[in-house]
């Protein structure tokens, strides 16, 4: 297993680099113009990352499986996050949505850590209840329930997005598991039908189901974000334009540093430079699976298949959203995108993903 976590180690130090230099090729120009400053996401990019590194060295430095019988307080602790970030003058509110707390020059996002939270969390419940979980009531109903709950809080944000995600990992992890089928059935299309109704529910997200069916309809309106992605994509053909010569970047394309970086990417890099970044999130996902197929331990196990899960899902979405394929939803590109939480709690998965590798019960 030491030529997995090296693997692991390697494929993510490269991703995270790949972030450096495209954060700053993205944003200097915003930052130049707004703060006066052409470094000034970069530097507090690499304030993260510092933060980020320590707290994945931190997590390595104990057997994940002393975690576990601390998994429902962790489950509690960020159910009282999200609830407190609701409030307000206690959570930050920005553009509508209520998501942050302002701790200083840094924004904490609280939905960041319920997301491993409740992953924490199924996966001490399924490696405790393996016997019950074709049971309704004993083994499906309590981590549904839980996990509706945090996705409750993460909409009334609102943050389509995020609880998307979160029901999709918990229940691929039941289904991992071994939950019924009919069981899995009925609360996906119980799911499928509440994303119907909150899409119906708010104009802007209706807006943004029509602009992703033909962006080109309102470019200039609606539209604008998903037309400039493409415009970026297009535009760097095979080889790019070259580094820091992205003409989108220029106030065209909004959060062409978070949410919209690989199409920063596709223009200044090209063909090649995008398929590479894929190409590595797909090499941390083989790598993800070899980890978790050689995983005896059941709670490292479960939790491996949800970080994996986790991550692989959002780079999936997010690369989707970028190319047109998904509607907008607002998820950074994992390691790459400009972020404090995410970025941050996304390396601590990193770190546990690390500490199974080297601690679980694994085959030589």
């Given at each position: 297993m030491r030529e997995h976590r090296i693997a692991l180690i390697l494929v993510t130090m490269a991703l995270v680099c790949v972030g450096i230099v495209m954060i700053y090729s993205a944003s200097c120009v915003n930052a130049l113009e707004n703060f006066k400053d052409s470094l000034y996401y970069l530097k507090r990019h690499l304030f993260f990352l510092v933060l980020g590194f320590g707290a994945t060295a931190g997590v390595m430095m104990f057997d994940y499986r002393k975690i576990q019988p601390y998994a429902r307080r962790i489950l509690f602790v960020s159910i009282v996050l999200l609830i407190l970030v609701l409030i307000p003058h206690i959570g930050k509110e920005s553009y509508g949505a209520r998501r942050w707390f302002k701790l200083g020059m840094f924004h904490f996002?609280?939905?960041?850590?319920?997301?491993?939270?409740?992953?924490?969390?199924?996966?001490?419940?399924?490696?405790?209840?393996?016997e019950m979980i074709k049971s309704f009531k004993r083994g499906f109903v309590p981590p549904v329930v839980l996990?509706?709950?945090?996705?409750?809080?993460?909409?009334?944000?609102?943050?389509?997005?995020?609880?998307?995600?979160?029901?999709?990992?918990?229940?691929v992890m039941m289904l991992v598991a071994g939950s019924r089928l009919s069981h899995m059935g009925a609360i996906a299309l119980t799911g499928m039908m509440g994303v119907v109704y909150l899409i119906i529910k708010a104009p802007y997200r209706m807006a943004r189901i029509i602009a992703f069916l033909d962006p080109w309809q309102d470019a200039q309106g609606i539209g604008f974000q998903l037309t400039q992605s493409q415009m970026a994509l297009g535009s760097g053909g095979v080889f790019g334009v070259g580094l820091g010569h992205s003409q989108q970047k220029l106030f065209y394309l909004p959060a062409a540093h978070t949410d919209f970086i690989l199409s920063i990417i596709g223009e200044e890099l090209g063909l090649i430079g995008t398929l590479a970044v894929i190409m590595l999130?797909?090499?941390?996902?083989?790598?993800?699976?070899?980890?978790?197929?050689?995983?005896?331990?059941?709670?490292?196990?479960?939790?491996?298949?949800?970080?994996?899960?986790?991550?692989?899902?959002?780079?999936?979405?997010?690369?989707?959203?970028?190319?047109?394929?998904?509607?907008?939803?607002?998820?950074?590109?994992?390691?790459?995108?400009?972020?404090?939480?995410?970025?941050?709690?996304?390396?601590?998965?990193?770190?546990l993903l690390l500490n199974i590798a080297k601690t679980g019960d694994i085959k030589a």
């Open positions: 996002q609280p939905s960041e850590l319920a997301k491993l939270a409740v992953i924490i969390f199924t996966a001490d419940f399924l490696a405790r209840k393996q996990m509706g709950l945090v996705c409750a809080l993460t909409v009334k944000q609102p943050d389509l997005g995020t609880t998307v995600e979160i029901a999709v990992v918990v229940l999130f797909i090499l941390f996902i083989w790598i993800g699976t070899r980890i978790i197929r050689q995983t005896h331990d059941a709670f490292g196990y479960f939790l491996s298949i949800g970080i994996v899960m986790m991550l692989g899902l959002q780079a999936m979405v997010n690369v989707g959203v970028s190319i047109g394929a998904f509607p907008t939803k607002g998820l950074p590109l994992p390691f790459i995108s400009y972020g404090g939480s995410a970025l941050i709690f996304h390396l601590i998965a990193i770190g």
